[in-house]
């Protein structure tokens, strides 16, 4: 609604300009007696038939192949680094996605493997695939760690995320691994206490072990 919004108070606007004949270009500049009325804005928005917007649902694409000239790539913890948006080049088109990647139409796919030499993530079985990360130090002045830096994939399996606080800010939905940096130094994996040095295998079976829901 806010596009629509905009639009109606712009029109509103140069009617208001037209009627006081001053050129006036900002609404502070419009006469007394001329103001633009907001509910002027309501009645338009009101009566405007805005058609219901139908959107196609379904799960992301995954990393890789999308067609004979497209493919999809992720970018770790959400960083697209220039130099990996340099990588994608040259392309037809790169479409960023909520996804935290990029959909490159207009190349070969085949191009994959030199993509993954850049950091991307190309393929679904790759261990960075479902691992996040908050902003964590330096960022966030409430982080306890820089957990961008300490992040570790661990194996491929259940979504990780990796939190700076309790506030656990950017974590999945559904289940998945918590991984929390605790007061004194080092995390806690799933509620579990873990030096930093041993979250590799830590993550590892926190991932891969069968588990309930929460």
Same mark, same amino acid.
């Given at each position: 609604d806010a596009p629509r919004a905009a639009l109606a108070a712009a029109r509103a606007f140069l009617s208001a300009a037209r009627a006081a004949g001053t050129g006036a270009w900002r609404v502070r500049e419009l006469p007394e007696g001329h103001q633009a009325d907001v509910r002027d804005v309501r009645k338009a928005l009101a009566?405007?038939?805005?058609?219901?917007?139908?959107?196609?649902?379904?799960? =992301?694409p995954a990393p890789g192949p999308l067609g004979p000239a497209a493919l999809h790539v992720l970018a770790p913890l959400g960083r697209l680094t220039a130099g990996r948006l340099r990588a994608l080049l040259p392309?037809?088109?790169? @479409?960023? #996605?909520?996804?935290?990647?990029?959909?490159?139409?207009? #190349?070969? =796919?085949a191009r994959l493997p030199?993509?993954? #030499?850049?950091g991307l993530i190309t393929r679904p079985d790759s261990p960075w695939a479902g691992v996040s990360a908050c902003t964590g130090r330096p960022g966030c002045a409430k982080s306890l760690a820089d957990v961008r830096a300490d992040a570790v994939p661990g194996r491929p399996g259940l979504p990780v995320h990796y939190s700076g606080c309790e506030r656990r800010c950017g974590h999945p939905h559904g289940d998945w691994v918590d991984v929390l940096a605790a007061p004194g130094g080092g995390?806690?994996?799933d509620g579990a206490p873990v030096p930093r040095t041993d979250l590799a295998p830590a993550v590892t079976t926190a991932r891969t072990a069968p @588990?309930? #829901?929460r």
């Open positions: 009566a405007e038939e805005v058609p219901e917007a139908v959107l196609p649902q379904g799960p =992301p392309a037809d088109e790169v @479409r960023l #996605t909520p996804w935290r990647g990029a959909v490159v139409a207009g #190349t070969d =796919p030199a993509l993954e #030499t850049h995390y806690l994996v @588990r309930t #829901t």
